[in-house]
């Protein structure tokens, strides 16, 4: 593929609302990754997958966060019942295996009112 | 847990001149890769350079180069010949060289903010 695509790239969500990011990584890309950037800062690890095995979550945040990968391309990661601290932008990155360059997406901007 | 500190907020520099953008990382690992990561205004974060610490060399690409200091636990960035397109937040990253140790993605600095004066 052309790139790592994100969609919606903007959204706002009312405080207790649940959300779904959703990341395209570059075709045979099998290890994606998922980062939460607060405004001003670096972006934060949250979870990576190897195919569709989660590998590792040890960033997300709370249990209200949960992502997924079933059938080892697409990835949507998700947020119930938001709060304003999870406001960020969410980036998504892959490459062609665990030690190779990260390929990011241009994020999605999460706006909880 | 590593960290990675980058010590200044915002640079300036002159169209043309050399700028040096600071990192140290603390770490007890031995083997791991550090990079340093743009991220123009458009948010789309693009690699840099990579360096991997058992290399003594330091890595070089077209205009920028890195002073990778192993011992200091040190990694800045330099930027020749600075030019327009080089505005951005410039981000340092850590990476253990080994997988599934709970800790496999990028551990980022805060970012500098790097203003190009024409």
């Known amino acids: 593929g052309a790139g790592v695509s994100q969609s919606p790239r903007y959204k706002v969500a009312k405080r207790g609302q649940d959300v779904a990011l959703r990341c395209d990584p570059i075709s045979g890309h099998v290890s994606l990754f998922w980062y939460q950037q607060a405004l001003g800062q670096g972006p934060e690890f949250l979870t990576y997958f190897q195919n569709e095995a989660q590998l590792d979550k040890s960033g997300l945040p709370s249990d209200r966060f949960f992502a997924e990968r079933p059938e080892g391309s697409v990835s949507t990661l998700k947020i119930q019942r938001t709060q304003q601290e999870d406001s960020a932008v969410y980036l998504c990155a892959s490459s062609s295996s665990f030690y190779n360059e990260q390929f990011f997406g241009p994020g999605t901007r999460l706006t909880v009112l | 847990a590593q960290t990675v500190t980058q010590s200044q907020p915002e640079m300036s520099v002159q169209e043309a001149e050399t700028v040096t953008l600071s990192c140290t990382y603390d770490?007890?690992?031995?083997?791991?890769?550090l990079f340093w990561y743009k991220q123009p205004p458009s948010r789309q974060m693009i690699l840099v350079i990579r360096q991997e610490a058992y290399k003594q060399q330091n890595a070089t690409e077209n205009r920028f180069s890195v002073n990778f200091q192993k011992a200091a636990k040190s990694f800045s960035l330099k930027i020749s010949d600075s030019q327009l397109g080089d505005a951005a937040m410039y981000f340092c990253a850590y990476r253990s060289a080994m997988a599934g140790g709970g800790a496999d993605g990028l551990t980022f600095g805060k970012g500098t903010h790097l203003i190009i004066q024409p």
């Open positions: 770490t007890s690992e031995s083997d791991y890769y």
